[in-house]
């Protein structure tokens, strides 16, 4: 009986989700058009990032709090450290990555510095810099993070500190991240710089404090 | 031309992904996951999105591939 149910109500789900996709989806909006015309006061050149940073910025400010929350969720929670043995490395991908990682941090600098008019910005440097992190902590360079320094929560706050005190010091010209035309480019890449920082920090910190083992020196 | 490559890459897409799922054993998985992120990040490149193929060759592909692998490791040596 109650495997019927179960059953009758699972067909019912699936009718439903059937009905949902055929239902005819509203007019797409197409804000193309919307984009474009308001590129010149937007501060950038490159339609993507101004919409992330400047016409849809909000939405960036709770994206950077949301990864923040996640990370101190991971530092709340604790976790249950396993003794590991320190790992083997070989020499040779240690050169490679001592080599390699200072080539991965101009990358993330270019990348931040292109976003402002080609593909790029702060969340793929932001990536790109936390990937170098990893790539050092792998081959044995970078120890785990057992506890976070007073330096280190400075700088996984940055990011988000600094959006939001643009934010609110905009607050005072009418409306939330309503940039001045004259000084939208300059605001943007401040806010970009704080939050390559800080997502790479944050990126990085999902790893580096997942990872941490007990005989690991801070 | 273009169409060939387009045609081959969702195939790779759909073939790098049914496998990553179906395959038996966890490493393969795992490698199989992040070719399947670097062919979306040349999918999203070929849909003229640049910006989230970065992305996701940064964030799917690397960081979440090394995660992946650091766990694979981190229970096979709790088992060991």
């Given at each position: 009986m109650k495997r019927f149910v179960m059953g009758l109500g699972a067909l019912a789900f699936a009718a439903l989700l059937i009905g949902a996709l055929l239902e005819p989806l509203p007019v797409s909006v197409d804000l193309r058009a919307a984009v474009t015309n308001n590129m010149a006061s937007s501060?950038?050149?490159h339609p993507v990032t101004a919409v992330l940073?400047?016409?849809?910025g909000y939405d960036t400010l709770l994206e950077i709090a949301v990864l923040l929350l996640a990370l101190i969720v991971i530092l709340a929670v604790g976790i249950d450290t396993a003794s590991d043995q320190p790992r083997t490395v070989n020499p040779i991908l240690q050169t490679l990555a001592r080599v390699a990682a200072p080539l991965v941090i101009v990358v993330a600098v270019y990348l931040l510095w292109a976003g402002a008019f080609r593909p790029g910005g702060a969340f793929q440097a932001g990536a790109v810099l936390a990937a170098a992190a990893v790539l050092l902590h792998l081959t044995g360079l970078l120890p785990s993070w057992q506890v976070p320094t007073r330096t280190l929560r400075w700088g996984l706050t940055a990011g988000f500190l600094i959006f939001l005190a643009v934010a609110a010091g905009l607050?005072?010209?009418?409306?939330?991240?309503?940039?001045p035309p004259a000084q939208a480019g300059m605001l943007i890449l401040l806010i970009e710089a704080g939050l390559t920082i800080s997502l790479g920090l944050i990126l990085a910190g999902l790893f580096l404090l997942l990872s941490r083992e007990p005989g690991d020196d801070a | 031309m273009s169409i060939a490559f387009d045609l081959l890459l969702a195939l790779a897409l759909l073939w790098s992904g049914g496998r990553c799922l179906s395959v038996d054993r966890l490493d393969r998985a795992i490698v199989l996951f992040i070719a399947f992120g670097l062919l979306m990040a040349l999918a999203w490149a070929r849909l003229a999105a640049p910006d989230i193929g970065l992305a996701e060759a940064a964030i799917g592909a690397g960081l979440t591939g090394a995660l992946l692998l650091d766990a694979y490791g981190a229970l096979k040596r709790r088992k060991a």
């Open positions: 501060g950038v050149e940073l400047n016409f849809r607050l005072s010209q009418g409306a939330l991240l309503h940039y | -």
